[in-house]
């Protein structure tokens, strides 16, 4: 199998566990949130609320940061980055007493994020040109597998082991990911695309060169005509 294909199918498997580690804790968020002492009606509604949106509240917010640092540090770094900082931070999920330590560490989950676009970027500057429409239809169903499968994964896991389990399994492979995200190669250089890009411009450089030539010749003659048509009439 060709490398680049490899490639795409473990960063599919990192976007894929990206978004079911987004969306895992959304079944039973209620419930956990209620055994970290919140027992009112609106407050659990709140805290809820407040505790899940978060997340892409913050992300929202810090995403053109991470892509700028990715553009001048690279994607693989990026991945890794937010590979490791969302296991850190669901790990820790599993360990809350309070519901504000939930809260805080959903919102650090959401501060760690930028998995997804830069796994694209790094896709499509790997596959070859006349695939890439394929690489990147095929890279974004990943997120919205997880996104899915997520809630499913996590009610069956809360239902059969604990809630605090779902935590932990979900890091667990997060941390796997991170190891395969080691073995990526970088993405090319941003300067040897641009140099790729100028060059085919050289030959249309030359070819203008010479058009130009070519109509001061031709304007010279003129002149020149124009000149001695006037000497004969004289």
């Not at 580690?21 to 027992?39: E, H, M, N």
């Not at 709140?46 to 949106?53: N, Y």
């Not at 994964?153 to 605090?164: E, K, Q, T």
Request: glycine share 8%; net charge positive; proline share 4%.
């Amino acid at each position: 199998m060709e490398s680049w294909k490899v490639n795409l199918i473990s960063v599919w498997f990192g976007c894929f566990f990206t978004g079911l580690a987004i969306s895992q804790i959304l079944p039973f968020l209620p419930l956990y949130i209620s055994q970290l002492g919140v027992s009112s009606h609106e407050a659990l509604s709140m805290w809820s609320g407040l505790t899940f949106s978060i997340t892409f509240l913050i992300s929202a917010i810090v995403s053109p940061m991470w892509g700028s640092l990715a553009d001048r540090k690279g994607r693989k770094l990026m991945l890794l980055r937010a590979s490791l900082g969302m296991a850190i931070a669901i790990l820790l999920q599993a360990f809350a007493t309070h519901v504000w330590q939930l809260f805080l560490l959903r919102g650090i989950m959401g501060l760690t994020s930028g998995y997804i676009p830069n796994a694209m970027a790094l896709v499509a500057s790997q596959v070859p040109r006349e695939r890439s429409g394929w690489a990147l239809s095929t890279l974004s169903t990943a997120q919205i597998s997880g996104v899915i499968g997520g809630p499913l994964m996590g009610g069956f896991v809360a239902d059969h082991i604990g809630l605090r389990a779902v935590f932990l399994i979900t890091a667990m492979s997060r941390v796997h990911e991170r190891l395969n995200t080691l073995r990526l190669p970088g993405a090319p250089q941003v300067m040897l695309r641009i140099s790729v890009g100028v060059a085919p411009l050289t030959p249309q450089i030359g070819h203008y060169r010479e058009w130009l030539k070519s109509a001061d010749m031709a304007l010279y003659k003129a002149k020149n005509a124009g000149r001695n048509r006037t000497e004969v009439a004289a």
